[in-house]
């Protein structure tokens, strides 16, 4: 047994371990460790997806929820935010100047809104879908039931973000009110996916009571799920939460988190995420660096940008859609990449991992 096992074992994609994943966090200041585990990211993501970087117009369609999770800014508690709903005409006209600038996935995300029925969602995701049959769409509105998930599958949706924010259930409890059930988030990942839609999990780096030990829970449970999405990025404290004076999560461990992601899972797409961007100016080309291929810039209506307040001091609230995708494409070329205009689907080509343990 060479005394670098668990990243032998990551490396060879053979099946982790808690104590695995653990054993590799010990590697995190070792530089020598961290530039094999680099090389070996990048070397994935290239033989899969070249160099390539895949954007999706996000539209942050409510800022309405009904949830209370104690990091986020858009909370059903918070009373002092001003809340705004798109009509579907205004998310039609997202998707236009969308369609017009290149991008070929479109992102709805919102808050849990109640006034967005299955029928009002699925008649929006129709009218999308018949308007752009060229392109994907991703549904990212929180937890549903099965048969609203069905539905909104039939009407057309592509793939689902429901990031599992911890899969460890004390960690859990830390960041959510008692309504909310780790089991139930599971759930929902296991029925989408079961629904044949393209699953993205994820959670924030470095929020309040995350450990080591949560993180190689996250760690095996994105190994037991195989979603093709992974969104990773640093919690940011915002003002109006009860973690407003908590620190924000390290943009470092976030890199790290991507580079493990992407060699856990080397087709995933992961994003170099908005939250990476806010903390450190060049942190999405870092991410991209790391082993992130995604980048999901703003198409929702300027007015209503600095409203989706999830946290505090978030990036590309100023800027029109066309401006941030000039600016993204210069990163993503400095970084060494390109910006294409494709749906960008998971690459089919992956190899399965073994499942036998040594
Ligand atoms: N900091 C960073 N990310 C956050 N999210 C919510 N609140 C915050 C915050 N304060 C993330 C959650 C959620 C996604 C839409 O945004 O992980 O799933
Ligand atoms: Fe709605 Fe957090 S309160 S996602």
């Known amino acids: 047994m060479s005394n670098k096992n668990a990243v032998d074992k990551l490396i060879s ?14 590697y995190y200041q070792n530089q020598e460790v961290r530039k094999l585990l680099t090389g070996e990211a990048l070397r994935l993501r290239k033989q899969y997806y070249g160099n390539k970087v895949f954007t999706r117009g996000l539209i942050e369609f409510t800022n309405y929820c009904k949830n209370n999770c104690y990091y986020c800014g858009i909370r059903g508690a918070n009373s002092h935010i001003i809340r705004y709903r798109l009509s579907q005409e205004e998310i039609l006209t997202c998707c236009q100047e969308g369609y017009r600038l290149g991008f070929r996935t479109f992102v709805l995300q919102g808050g ?5 029925t299955d029928e009002r969602m699925a008649a929006i995701i129709r009218e999308i879908k018949q308007c752009y049959p060229d392109c994907a769409l991703t549904l990212s509105i929180g ?3 099965r048969e609203s998930y069905r539905l909104f599958r039939k009407a057309g949706a592509d793939r689902y973000l429901l990031r599992h924010e911890t899969a460890d259930e004390v960690h ?26 393209q699953v993205g999990a994820g959670m924030m780096v470095g929020s309040p009571g995350q ?8 760690l095996l449970f994105l190994q037991e799920l195989k979603p093709q999405m992974v969104g990773l990025g640093p919690f940011i404290p915002h003002h109006d939460t009860c973690f407003a004076g908590e620190p924000a999560g390290s943009v470092e461990l976030t890199l790290f988190l991507l580079t493990l992601v992407r060699i856990l899972l080397p087709t995933v797409l992961l994003p170099a995420t908005t939250a990476l961007g806010t903390l450190d100016p060049g942190g999405r080309e870092k991410g991209l660096m790391a082993g992130a291929n995604v980048v999901m810039p703003n198409l929702s ?5 600095k409203q989706y307040e999830l946290y505090d001091h978030k990036i590309c609230t100023g800027e029109e859609a066309a401006e941030c995708l000039g600016c993204l494409d210069q990163r993503v070329n400095a970084a060494g990449f390109t910006l ?3 749906r960008g689907d998971a690459s089919h080509t992956q190899t399965s991992r073994c499942i036998v343990s040594e």
């Open 112 to 116: 849990e809104d109640p006034f967005y």
């Open 301 to 305: 209506p300027l007015k209503n940008r």
């Open 172 to 197: 859990y409890r830390l960041l959510h009110p008692d309504n909310m059930r780790l089991e139930n988030r599971k759930r929902c990942l296991w029925d989408l996916k079961a629904l044949g839609y």
């Open 340 to 342: 294409v205009s494709e």
């Open 143 to 145: 937890e549903k039931s």
């Open 13 to 26: 994609h053979q099946t982790m371990a808690r104590e695995d994943f653990i054993e590799l966090f010990g």
């Open 211 to 218: 450990s080591i030990r949560t993180l190689a829970e996250d």
